[in-house]
């Protein structure tokens, strides 16, 4: 790795490895199985059976007033996200900034880390309960229950990142788990997002995800409210919000009662834990291949599949 000067700075400059090295079969088959995660997600399906709702049910538009709670407290849970990522999974000691209820909020996430250890089944059934807690009380309680469900699953992706070799103490390794957040959707039939192909959605956030790693790089005090982190947050946000409306209108089913949601919050969990799976593997292999040759073959696997 490589040292470049910014304005005054000295930042890493991963190198690739050389061109031309084919991908050994196991990782080819490793790829292919990424690729039908990424580009085929399934959350509606997975959504419909867990609540016992109709398909067409939930990928229906939700009521205005509802659309809007809904993308308040997606915001709230990426801004949560955010500062968790960046204060908590690295392994050095950065400080939130920003309002006595934001470093609260932050701190407890490092906390229910530690409490948590490294099991997925356990924050599947921690996501579970707040579900439970969203089946019974519904709407009302989105904004306290989407940043504590977000906040489990983020720590989820976070240990999946280390199984595949990534370093949580470099920032843009940090903010790659919260990127797996915007990956939740597709176009088609399940979003009406345009561009929302794995490479498209990467490529689109490629320079707000820059910008923000650069930012916390080499700072002990990081403010939520700077124009790098904003901007990163409105980006995944937007693209979180459309499963987010699908998981609402899951637990909106007027009998679900605590069991479906519960059910529909562990679906929910797995359906992440699956793209942060298939996201890392991709990135894992990056690092051995280089990127353009991943990229290659991942859209020869895409039309392989009849994905393209």
């Given at each position: 790795?490589?040292?470049?000067?910014?304005?005054?700075?000295?930042?890493?400059?991963?190198i690739?490895p050389?061109?031309?090295?084919?991908?050994?079969?196991?990782?080819?088959?490793?790829?292919?199985?990424?690729?039908?995660?990424?580009?085929?997600p399934?959350?509606?399906?997975?959504?419909?059976?867990?609540?016992?709702?109709p398909?067409?049910?939930i990928g229906?538009?939700?009521?205005?007033?509802?659309?809007e709670t809904?993308?308040s407290?997606?915001e709230?849970?990426?801004?949560?996200a955010?500062?968790?990522?960046?204060a908590?999974?690295?392994?050095?000691?950065?400080?939130?900034?920003?309002?006595a209820?934001?470093r609260?909020e932050?701190?407890?996430?490092?906390?229910?880390?530690?409490l948590l250890?490294?099991?997925?089944?356990?924050?599947?059934?921690?996501?579970a309960?707040?579900?439970?807690?969203?089946g019974?009380?519904?709407?009302a309680?989105?904004a306290?229950?989407?940043?504590?469900?977000?906040?489990?699953?983020?720590?989820?992706?976070a240990?999946?990142?280390?199984?595949?070799?990534e370093?949580?103490?470099?920032?843009?390794s940090?903010?790659?788990?919260?990127?797996v957040f915007?990956?939740?959707?597709?176009a088609?039939?399940?979003t009406?997002v345009?561009d929302?192909?794995?490479?498209?959605?990467r490529?689109?956030?490629?320079k707000?995800?820059?910008?923000?790693a650069?930012?916390?790089a080499h700072?002990?005090?990081?403010?939520?409210?700077?124009?790098?982190?904003?901007?990163?947050?409105a980006?995944i946000?937007?693209r979180?919000?459309?499963?987010?409306?699908q998981?609402?209108?899951?637990?909106?089913?007027?009998v679900?009662?605590?069991l479906g949601?519960?059910?529909?919050?562990?679906?929910f969990?797995?359906?992440?834990?699956?793209?942060?799976r298939?996201?890392?593997?991709?990135?894992?292999?990056e690092?051995a291949?280089?990127?353009?040759a991943?990229?290659?073959?991942?859209?020869?696997?895409?039309a392989?599949?009849?994905?393209?």
């Open positions: 790795m490589n040292d470049l000067a910014v304005v005054g700075e000295t930042l890493p400059v991963p690739d050389p061109a031309g090295k084919p991908l050994s079969e196991e990782d080819r088959a490793v790829l292919r199985r990424a690729v039908t995660v990424l580009e085929k399934g959350l509606a399906s997975r959504l419909s059976a867990a609540a016992g709702a398909l067409d049910m229906r538009a939700l009521p205005a007033p509802i659309t809904v993308a407290a997606t709230g849970a990426m801004r949560t955010l500062r968790v990522a960046l908590t999974l690295p392994d050095k000691d950065v400080k939130p900034a920003g309002t209820l934001e609260i932050t701190e407890a996430g490092g906390r229910l880390s530690r250890g490294s099991s997925e089944t356990r924050h599947k059934a921690l996501a309960v707040t579900g439970a807690v969203g019974v009380l519904g709407l309680t989105l306290v229950e989407l940043p504590v469900s977000t906040t489990l699953m983020l720590r989820s992706i240990e999946i990142a280390r199984e595949e070799g370093d949580l103490s470099d920032p843009e940090a903010l790659a788990c919260v990127q915007a990956l939740g959707g597709r088609g039939a399940e009406t345009a929302s192909g794995y490479f498209a959605v490529a689109a956030l490629a707000t995800m820059s910008e923000a650069r930012y916390a700072r002990s005090l990081l403010d939520a409210g700077a124009p790098p982190l904003v901007r990163l947050t980006q946000a937007a979180f919000g459309l499963v987010v409306s998981k609402v209108a899951a637990q909106a089913v007027p679900i009662g605590a949601g519960a059910a529909v919050n562990a679906a969990m797995d359906h992440f834990q699956s793209m942060a298939a996201h890392f593997a991709v990135r894992r292999l690092r291949y280089g990127k353009d991943v990229h290659a073959a991942y859209l020869e696997e895409k392989a599949l009849g994905l393209g």
